[in-house]
């Protein structure tokens, strides 16, 4: 890897019960000298254990209405309770300062995030199977029926929109999927795209054997 | 892996030095069961120990002319000497049985199999540098300073036209450069173009949860 490259803006998506947010955090945690995972901003409340700047940056309705209005968004969803958002300033620094950036966020927003960076990779998450899914929601035991039919059915819709994304990765077994996506972001890293200095490294060395035009 | 999915085509290619008919070969060693290598027809003289339809298909040139008459290659070169081609059949039927297909070509045929099938993979393999890449050519010991000199004039004419390869892999060590090689073709199968039997069978999967329009 050239050091000097731009970073790599990775978005993880899925569908609710895909087990993204683990396997985001476990890639993470297992690869922390290599990713900077983004904070969001929202205006829902802090909950127990949750830290300003670490977790989220918990904003007020006002303010985050002023970052729409100010452009200050890489991609945002406002939802009837509450909103969320991907501040872009501290993406494009850490991008420019070479490092790879993760973002975990929902279906609509990795497409804002396409539109706005094309060259960022696109990664839907899945389960193996549809039966898997619903037992993997209704494993958590924290929801109501009717709450993980709204999930299915919001799977459903996002069904539809998969093939928009670059990668599709089954989540079977966490530790195979964080290494899946791990070396499918240190592959990227050898796109051409990526490998500019190189390339004119070698164009410079190979010089003195350019015939004369 | 899908194994229903249509095989996925890699095209290795590099200056001369590079390394990618020894990391070619390497690649196909350690992984048989995973990829098939194509093999050229060529108007050129088979020499010991190469055989008819394992190195490569030795044809006559009023043959060779014939095939690219009735467009039977996917890519070819002529040469003062001799020609060199890929017979588009057994690269459509492997792919078409699934089976990941490899074609060690120069950059030329590279760009000739992209716009024939823009869903090949075009890899470019590079020295680390320029004076290990003399040191490569001149360790041969088989060719004087004047053909040495004519290679690396090819390089430089080469090295304007990297950046139209998806990837640039560099060949520091042979070992590393064949897991690359691996992974990436191994991450290539996990693109959306590649998993549409497993997004149909999640869509399927999820039809009970379609809302009624």
Redesign the interface.
Known sequence: MNSRRRGILTVISGFSGSGKGTVTRELISRYKDNYWLSVSATTRQAREGEAHGVHYFFVSDERFKEMIAQDEFLEYAEFVSHSYGTPRKSVEEHLAAGQDVILEIEQQGAFQVKKAMPEAILI?L?PP???ELERRLRGRGTETEAQI?AR??Q??VE??Y?????????NDQVDHCVE?IH??I??EG???YY??E??I???E???A???EA
Do not use: P, W
Request: charged letters at 35%; zero cysteines; hydrophobic letters at 40%.
């Open positions: 839907f899945v199977s549809i039966e039919r299915l059915e799977a459903a069904s539809e998969m093939e928009l994304f670059d990668y599709l990765i089954v899946d070396h499918l240190r592959t050898s796109r051409t490998m500019k190189k390339m490294d070698l164009q060395g190979l010089q054997y350019r015939k």
